[in-house]
């Protein structure tokens, strides 16, 4: 599967996943350390308060000045570009390649089964949904990228290579609550996102869609696709970010966590995840869109 964006036009494949990439750089360098305020409010297990927020999100550098605090938001960038530009990539390409899939396929039984404006929007749907189950092969540098903002205790000093080889399988620890979460989060994040452009803006051909319909789509897409996997978001973060040789499954995570915490802990970094997420998407989608023609024009 050759990366490629779902739009209309000259664009090589290299365009795209440079474009793509490029964006996904630009992406984490502005919205990673809310991404490790998040991570490390899901983490946390005692109650939250004024006073004691500080030293959550901080740590041990709850007291430093300004400069280290902002800095101490910036930990395992490296695993975190890896992920992240890989990803973006991947989210790029995959969903249009599997919604071609689906289209050549299944289109006769979508549409007999949803009706023909239904089942496009089923179909987008669906592909969002296969791209989001796929992506766990993408979870070991997710998992190093989460052990790097709140346990980084866990290297221990090890390089990323001596950590692949000494843990090897270990770094997929949680990928059926990482696919769990993830289909139907794409699932809602392609789907709203295609709704909104369709009933909202009344736009059929997606690729067609203005900058402004974009980013009202993209808002509605991922408050939707977020809002929906929080919950076992949250159940996935505590599994990865245990110390590799401890191992803990997802029910006894699940079992803890409603008996000491209540059911109200499973939506834990929700609000700070969806106050970025309008910026990050519309950041995210519009930068890529510009650089690709851009690309375009020299490779």
């Known amino acids: 599967m050759s990366p490629t964006l779902n739009v209309k036009g000259q664009e090589s494949g290299t365009a795209r996943v440079l474009g793509s990439g490029a964006s996904g750089v630009a992406e984490l360098l502005v919205f990673h350390p809310v991404d490790t305020i998040a991570k490390r409010l899901m983490s946390n297990k005692a109650k939250a308060s004024a006073s004691s927020l500080s030293s959550i999100i901080f740590r041990e550098h709850a007291t430093a000045p300004l400069g ?9 960038l490296g695993y975190a570009a890896g992920y992240k530009v890989t990803q973006r990539i991947y989210k790029y390409g995959g969903q249009p390649y599997f919604n071609d899939v ?4 299944y289109a006769t039984e979508f549409t007999n089964t949803f009706g023909e404006r239904k089942g496009k929007l ?39 290579v001596r950590i692949f080889l000494e843990e090897g399988t270990t770094l997929y620890r949680g990928w059926g609550w990482t696919m769990a979460r993830n289909a139907p989060g794409s699932f809602a994040l392609f789907g709203a996102s295609a709704v909104t452009k369709d009933y909202l ?33 949250t ?20 079992r ?12 834990k970094g929700l609000t700070p995840k969806l106050l970025v997420v309008g910026p990050k998407l ?3 989608y519009t930068l890529a869109q510009s650089l690709i023609p851009w690309f375009s024009q020299y490779v």
């Not at 992506?135 to 709140?150: G, S």
């Open 122 to 160: 089923m179909m987008q749907a669906a592909a969002g949904s296969l791209t989001g189950i796929g992506e766990v092969v993408l979870l070991p540098l997710d998992a190093l990228k989460i052990k790097r903002q709140v346990n980084p205790e866990a290297f221990r000093g090890r390089g990323v």
């Open 102 to 105: 689906i289209k050549r396929n």
């Open 235 to 254: 159940i996935k973060t505590r599994i990865q970010n245990a110390n590799f040789e401890h191992k803990v499954s997802g029910m006894t995570v699940v």
């Open 68 to 76: 280290r605090r902002l800095l101490s938001l910036f930990p395992g």
């Open 201 to 233: 803006f009344g736009v059929t051909d997606y690729h067609k869609a203005t900058w402004s319909q974009n980013f009202v789509a993209s808002i509605a897409g991922a408050v939707a696709s977020i809002t929906v996997a929080a919950p076992l978001d």
């Open 256 to 267: 803890d966590l409603l008996k000491e915490e209540g059911a109200t802990a499973l939506f």
């Open 282 to 284: 519309v950041f995210s």
